[in-house]
C-alpha cells in the first residue's frame, strides 16, 4: 500500500546537516530506499533512522497503515524519538503533543480547551510497504519511471511467492557510499580473492567475457562461477566442495540489486542487496536473502553464512578511495571483466548524478 506524503507537505528543505551537494542530494531525494524491514514495526514501537541526512521516525497504525514523518516535533523542534506511540498517536516526550497517523497534532495537554491549530502537521514523507520492506521518498515528486529507469520500485517476484522464504538481520552500518557498496555486490572478479572463506575458487580466478543487458529497470547480467565452500564454511545449506552456480543479477537503478543463484534442478537463492544513503560516506546495507528450498534449516544458519560474506567484503568496499564512486570512467582503471560496473557507472552519469557520485 502506498501512502502519499500529506497535502500540506512542504516540498524538502535540504536537511540541516546536509553532507551531500545540493543537486546530488535533490537527485537521490528523488527515489525510494528502504527504511525498515516490515517487522521492524511490528513491536509496536517507532523506529527511527536517517535517511539522506534527513532524520525520519516511522511506526504502524492500528489500520496496519505504516507512517512516516521527519523525526521532529514542530513545537520546540525535540526528536520525536524521544517520546513514544499510543495506539495510533505519536507523544512527544517534552510537552505532550500528540499527532494522528495523518500526522496532524490531535492534543495539546496544556491547553486542553482549545482548538488544536489545523497547521500543527508533522512533516510525512511518501512511503510504500512492499517486498516485506518499507520503502521511502524524500521528495513529493518521485522520479517516474517513464522519465528514467529505476524510478520505480524493483519488481521481485520471490517475495510475494509463498514457495519462498524471505530471511533477513538487522540491516549493517557501512562507512561506505552506497555506490562502491552496490558496485561490490555486482563485482564478480572478486569472488576468488576475498572470498575464499566462503565460496570463492582460488583455482578459477578468470573471469569469462559475459553480456550486460539493459533492462527497464537497469541491467541483468547472467554469469557462470565455479564455486567452492571450504571445508570451514560448509553448513547444511553449502554443499561443500566445487559447484557450479549461475549467477543473474538484475539490477534495478540506482540503488537495488537482486541476485538469483539457481543451482539448475528447481533450487533457487536469491540474495537482495539494496544500500540506503544515510549521509555522504555512511550507508545502511539491507541485504536478505528468500529461497525456495531447504525449509529445515534453519534461518540463522542461512544468515550466518550471508554475514560470513558480507563481512569479507565490509574492509575493503569500507577501504576504497576515493570514496565516491568515480562516473568518470578515465579515473579508474577498467579492464574486461569490469564492464558490468562501467555499465552501471554509465547509468548513474546519465539518471543525473554528480560526477563524483557521493551516495
Ligand atoms: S517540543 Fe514537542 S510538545 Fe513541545
Ligand atoms: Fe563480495
Redesign the pocket.
Known amino acids: 500500500m502506498s501512502h502519499p506524503p500529506a497535502p500540506s507537505a512542504p516540498s524538502p528543505a535540504l536537511p540541516r546537516a546536509c553532507s551531500f551537494p545540493e543537486t546530488e542530494w535533490r537527485a537521490l531525494a528523488r527515489h525510494w530506499y528502504p527504511f525498515a524491514y516490515s517487522d521492524e514495526l511490528d513491536a509496536g514501537k517507532p523506529v527511527a533512522r536517517t535517511l539522506l541526512d534527513e532524520p525520519l521516525i516511522a511506526y504502524r497504525s492500528s489500520a496496519r497503515r505504516v507512517v512516516v514523518a521527519r523525526d521532529l ?6 526528536p ?1 524519538h524521544l ?1 513514544w506511540q499510543e495506539g495510533d498517536e505519536l507523544v ?6 500528540r499527532y494522528g497517523a495523518d500526522g496532524r497534532c490531535t492534543a ?1 495537554p496544556a491547553q486542553p480547551d482549545l482548538p488544536v491549530p489545523k497547521k500543527l502537521c508533522l512533516s510525512t514523507v511518501a512511503s510504500i510497504e512492499r517486498h516485506g520492506l518499507v520503502w521511502v521518498c524524500l521528495a513529493p515528486d518521485p522520479a517516474s519511471p517513464s522519465a528514467a529507469p529505476g524510478a520505480s520500485l524493483p519488481d521481485w517476484p520471490e517475495l510475494a511467492d509463498p514457495a519462498y522464504r524471505m530471511m533477513h538481520a538487522e540491516p549493517q552500518d557501512w562507512e561506505c557510499t552506497p555506490g562502491r557498496q552496490l558496485e561490490n555486490f555486482i563485482d564478480v572478479a572478486h569472488f576468488s580473492w576475498i572470498h575464499a572463506g566462503t565460496f570463492g575458487n582460488r583455482e578459477r580466478p578468470e573471469v569469462p567475457p559475459y553480456e550486460v543487458q539493459r533492462t527497464a529497470g537497469g541491467f541483468r547480467v547472467d554469469y557462470r562461477y565455479l564455486a567452492s565452500n571450504p571445508e570451514s564454511a560448509k553448513t547444511a545449506s553449502t554443499a561443500g566442495g566445487v559447484i557450479q552456480r549461475r549467477m543473474i543479477y538484475d539490477l534495478h537503478l540506482p540503488l537495488a540489486c537482486r541476485l538469483v543463484i539457481d543451482y539448475g534442478d528447481g533450487r533457487r537463492h536469491c540474495v537482495f542487496d539494496a544500500p540506503t544513503p544515510v549521509s555522504r560516506r555512511k550507508t545502511r546495507v539491507f541485504h536478505f536473502v528468500a529461497r525456495n528450498f531447504d525449509p529445515h534449516i534453519p534461518a540463522e544458519e542461512v544468515l550466518a553464512f550471508e554475514r560470513k560474506v558480507l563481512a569479507e567484503d565490509k574492509p575493503i568496499v569500507e577501504s576504497q578511495r576515493p570514496e565516491d564512486l568515480p562516473l568518470d570512467l578515465s579515473e579508474e582503471f577498467h579492464i574486461r571483466c569490469d564492464r558490468f560496473s562501467a555499465a552501471y557507472r554509465d547509468a548513474l552519469r546519465e539518471l543525473g548524478f554528480g560526477r563524483d557520485f557521493s551516495a
Open positions: 516535533c514542530i513545537h520546540r523542534g525535540v520525536l517520546g512527544c516526550a517534552y510537552h505532550g503533543f495539546i
